[in-house]
């Protein structure tokens, strides 16, 4: 999940309505956080980034959120009604909602949400996330009727997806280059002020917002440098940086003025193949790269964490601990590259007379990246395969890896909320599945855990898929890291979501 930064065009959001507008924060009032890189739009229709999407929790709300036990809660919706067929959904919305320019929250954009999100030219990264539902249908201004493509167990867990307001687009084929992503406005505590030429956006509170946010200000700090983030907070520059390196532990520890808030995330990273590129379509070569790769050694310098087999995180219910991680095995690495056609020439590995070479892209916002490919393109120099490495920004990112697939490896990251719903990553034609991967069996499995009812047949469905996809091999799976937020001892009552951070924020308090 990657950014880039957002234009410094000094924008002021000056047309909310008096009602909602809130008073002037003091000077020391203001909650300062930091991201290694803005975002690169608002608009939850579009989010590819952590950084986004926490963004979006401030500002835009769901129909339904976790609360403090991670258990789903209503946020929009007053109430609900399930078919005893569970083929539809009837909602009653939530009374005296209001747009941060005033405008009345109805029914119509709830439909208008879900109709964006599933129409085909939208291209949105989230539209996953409505597939599920047939058809959205307002009967007046607080009632809408989903009707469900097929029974749902728990709808409810389905429908924490961002609402936007209708009355600020023309139609539902909304465009990632729509005005809005600078210009966002959402129901949420907090609403966009202005975007900063220093790169920072500034979020003031709505004061009548029914959650009674506390905290005056949000300031979201661009500081693409972790040593420096760390200075920050220490000489109180900062009151939050949303994950501290490992290396800053100890001193953020130490020192009376902060606090470390550990917090579980469902985020992993990997090692991605373009399986539309020879020669990586071939399995016995992405094996062999498997074995070369020591996850250990690559994990040791950036953190501690859980090193993985697939594509959940080992206290996931779906993880199938029976699966075996392929091992550091140099022996065996050379044995599948003769069986792909290679040899062994002096120091290199060679088909046809051409020496295997392997191009390692990653985003340049992606914490430890850096270090981490150069230990990786070390370990397979070492063993005789010539590495390219390549940082990418946001555009080369979005055309090179996901617009053109011109790559051979990614090292990239992918974080999930609790129903860590993976179809979109690992399905023929999913919306995130940039690696050309396709598997019937493994689709005809991820069909299987969205349909059914039974809890237990969509784990062990789930279960079937990790060990198929670490089996096929699109994805080498590496680790979950520990994380640690650290915020400024004037931050009080603070509970981190662990996905979206920012969820119960309006709890937050300073002195």
């Given amino acids: 999940m990657q950014t880039a930064a957002l234009p410094s065009s000094a924008l002021l959001l000056g047309l909310f309505t008096a009602s909602m507008a809130s008073a002037p924060a003091r000077a020391g009032d203001s909650f300062r956080y930091a991201e290694d890189q803005a975002p690169a739009i608002v608009n ?65 954009d709830v439909v208008f949400t879900i109709n964006a999100m599933k129409d085909r030219k939208t291209l949105s990264t989230e539209k996953g996330r409505v597939e599920w539902i047939k058809s959205a249908r307002a009967i007046d201004d607080r009632t809408v009727v989903l009707q469900f493509e097929r029974p749902e167990a728990r709808p409810q867990d389905k429908l924490f997806f961002k609402i936007l307001p209708a009355h600020r687009f023309d139609g539902t084929a909304v465009k990632r280059s729509d005005p809005f992503r600078t210009a966002p406005i959402g129901t949420g505590p907090f609403r966009l002020e202005s975007y900063n030429e220093d790169g920072s956006i500034t979020l003031s509170r709505v004061a009548d917002h029914r959650d009674g946010p506390r905290l005056p200000e949000i300031v979201m700090r661009e500081v693409s440098d972790k040593n420096y983030q760390a200075k920050l907070l220490l000489y109180e520059s900062l009151e939050a940086l949303v994950r501290v390196l490992p290396r800053d532990l100890a001193v953020l520890q130490n020192n009376r003025a902060v606090e470390l808030y550990p917090y579980q995330t469902n985020s992993w990273w990997y090692l991605g193949f373009n399986l539309d590129r020879a020669p990586w379509d071939n399995r016995d070569l992405r094996e062999a790269i498997a074995h070369l790769v020591d996850v250990e050694a690559l994990l040791a310098p950036i953190g501690t964490g859980d090193t993985l087999t697939g594509p959940f995180v080992k206290s996931s219910p779906f993880y199938n601990h029976d699966v075996r991680p392929w091992g550091y095995e140099p022996g065996v690495a050379a044995s599948l590259l003769q069986r792909a056609g290679y040899e062994r020439d002096g120091d290199r590995w060679v088909r046809d007379g051409q020496p295997l070479t392997l191009r390692i892209s990653a985003h340049k916002s992606l914490e430890s990246a850096q270090e981490v490919v150069i230990n990786l393109q070390s370990q397979l120099q070492s063993q005789g395969i010539a590495v390219e490495v390549d940082f990418l920004d946001e555009a080369s990112w979005r055309s090179r890896v996901w617009a ?108």
């Fill in 44 to 108: 939850p229709l579009f989010t590819t980034s952590m950084s986004e999407a926490r963004l979006n929790e401030l500002i835009f709300e769901g129909l339904y959120t976790d609360d403090k036990e991670l258990a789903t809660t209503p946020q929009l919706v007053e109430r609900d009604e399930v078919s005893e067929d569970r083929t539809s959904m009837t909602l009653t919305l939530r009374q005296g909602v209001r747009w941060h320019d005033g405008t009345p929250f109805t029914a119509d």
């Fill in 404 to 511: 053109d697939q011109d790559y051979d490896l990614v090292l990239s990251q992918w974080s999930f909320d609790r129903n860590e719903d993976i179809r979109e990553q690992f399905y023929s034609n999913g919306a995130r599945n940039f690696t050309g991967y396709s598997n019937p069996d493994v689709d005809a499995l991820l069909d299987l855990a969205r349909d059914t009812l039974n809890p237990q047949e969509k784990k062990q469905a789930l279960r079937e898929v990790h060990l198929k996809v670490h089996d096929d091999l699109p994805m080498i799976f590496l680790w979950t890291l520990d994380s640690y937020s650290a915020m400024s001892v004037k931050v009080r009552d603070v509970v981190i979501h662990p996905f979206y951070f920012f969820t119960w924020a309006s709890d937050w308090s300073m002195d």
